[in-house]
């Protein structure tokens, strides 16, 4: 599972990552925090600190982007 989740949140973080770049932001951050939580959950089962704290903050500036989105 930890190899299929790592993939996951590869392709959801390029998906996301050219969604942003072609002017479909709102789109992109959606794939964001999906990648952004996939690779924190990796980060926490494998204890890896740097992992976790990378993903953690990506995670909640991927939500602060959906917010500003939405309102």
């Known amino acids: 599972m930890n190899n299929a989740l790592k993939w996951f949140g590869t392709i ?3 998906i996301g990552a ?3 770049a072609g002017m479909l932001p709102q789109l992109g951050y959606i ?11 990796v980060g926490i089962m ?4 740097a ?8 995670f909640i ?8 989105y939405v309102i």
Not at 46 to 49: L, R, T, Y
Not at 61 to 68: R, S
């Open 61 to 68: 500036a991927n939500i602060i982007g959906i917010i500003n």
């Open 51 to 58: 992992l976790i704290t990378l993903n953690l903050v990506f």
């Open 18 to 20: 050219f969604l942003v």
């Open 12 to 14: 959801t973080s390029i």
């Open 31 to 41: 794939f964001f925090v999906l990648g952004s939580f996939s690779w924190l959950i």
């Open 46 to 49: 494998n204890k890896d600190n």
